[in-house]
């Protein structure tokens, strides 16, 4: 059974940096590209990022591109997310989700709880 | 950017009524358009991908259709446990897009 943990989430303050991170297991984690997708509570989906099974292939939403970085490890069965320069509008849950492929432009099959980001002063 | 806009925003139906979601791309996308339903407090679940394709498990009152701008989803009757937000998600151009969702409530 595929499993996705999300962690790291929690309350800081703007500007400061977060990084996350997803420990994965169940599937053969370099087979698959991976993602991170954000939902402010009670609004609709917004995809974060995502990176191929070999880190080959990177792309960020533009809301955040030059201020999250995302990264995996494979041998850790590890996707993560470091999170700088933090704006109110950056407070969401975040999703960490399995591409059905390889790379970084197919669907997402699998999807962590999520972990919340809170950002405040 | 793709811009993926959905409609309506939100609808009541009765069960056993058939309901119908649009999704328009700002820009052609071919068939790479894909469906997820998320019920309240759970992440979403991929039903359609491909436009029209049926994922694995899915039942077959859910079906999608469409190409190029224009795609449809459809609950051919609706049930009780289908009441949730729906989101098209386009996957033809980076960065990937979602619609606004669906909110389906059951009368």
Same mark, same amino acid.
Request: a neutral charge; one cysteine or more.
């Given at each position: 059974?595929?499993?996705?943990?999300?962690?790291?989430?929690?309350?800081?303050?703007?500007?400061?940096?977060?990084?996350?991170?997803?420990?994965?297991?169940?599937?053969?984690?370099?087979?698959?590209?991976?993602?991170?997708?954000?939902?402010?509570?009670?609004?609709?989906?917004?995809?974060?990022? +995502? *990176? !191929?099974?070999?880190?080959?292939?990177? &792309?960020? #939403?533009?809301? %955040?591109?030059?201020?999250?970085?995302?990264?995996?490890?494979?041998?850790?069965?590890?996707?993560?997310?470091?999170?700088?320069?933090?704006?109110?509008?950056?407070?969401?849950?975040?999703?960490?989700?399995?591409?059905?492929?390889? +790379? *970084? !432009?197919?669907?997402?099959?699998?999807? &962590?709880? #999520?972990?919340? %980001?809170?950002?405040?002063? | 950017?793709?811009?993926?806009?959905?409609?309506?925003?939100?609808?009541?139906?009765?069960?056993?009524?058939?309901?119908?979601?649009?999704?328009?791309?700002?820009?052609?996308?071919?068939?790479?358009?894909?469906?997820?339903?998320?019920?309240?407090?759970?992440?979403?679940?991929?039903?359609?991908?491909?436009?029209?394709?049926?994922?694995?498990?899915?039942?077959?009152?859910?079906?999608?259709?469409?190409?190029?701008?224009?795609?449809?989803?459809?609950?051919?009757?609706?049930?009780?446990?289908?009441?949730?937000?729906?989101?098209?998600?386009?996957?033809?151009?980076?960065?990937?897009?979602?619609?606004?969702?669906?909110?389906?409530?059951?009368?």
């Amino acid at each position: 059974e595929v499993q996705l943990v999300e962690s790291g989430g929690g309350l800081v303050q703007p500007g400061r940096s977060l990084r996350l991170s997803c420990a994965a297991s169940g599937f053969t984690f370099d087979d698959h590209g991976m993602h991170w997708v954000r939902q402010v509570p009670g609004k609709g989906l917004e995809w974060v990022s +995502g *990176i !191929s099974w070999n880190s080959g292939r990177i &792309g960020y #939403g533009d809301s %955040v591109k030059g201020r999250f970085t995302i990264s995996r490890d494979n041998v850790k069965n590890s996707l993560y997310l470091q999170m700088n320069s933090l704006r109110v509008e950056d407070m969401a849950l975040y999703y960490c989700a399995k591409d059905r492929g390889p +790379g *970084i !432009s197919y669907y997402f099959d699998d999807w &962590g709880p #999520g972990t919340l %980001v809170t950002v405040s002063s | 950017d793709i811009q993926m806009t959905q409609s309506p925003s939100s609808l009541s139906a009765s069960v056993g009524d058939r309901v119908t979601i649009s999704c328009k791309a700002s820009q052609d996308i071919r068939n790479c358009l894909h469906w997820y339903q998320q019920k309240p407090g759970k992440a979403p679940k991929l039903l359609i991908y491909d436009a029209s394709n049926l994922e694995t498990g899915v039942p077959p009152r859910f079906s999608g259709g469409g190409s190029g701008t224009d795609f449809t989803f459809t609950i051919s009757s609706l049930q009780s446990e289908d009441a949730a937000t729906y989101y098209c998600q386009q996957y033809d151009n980076l960065p990937l897009t979602f619609g606004g969702g669906t909110k389906v409530e059951i009368k």
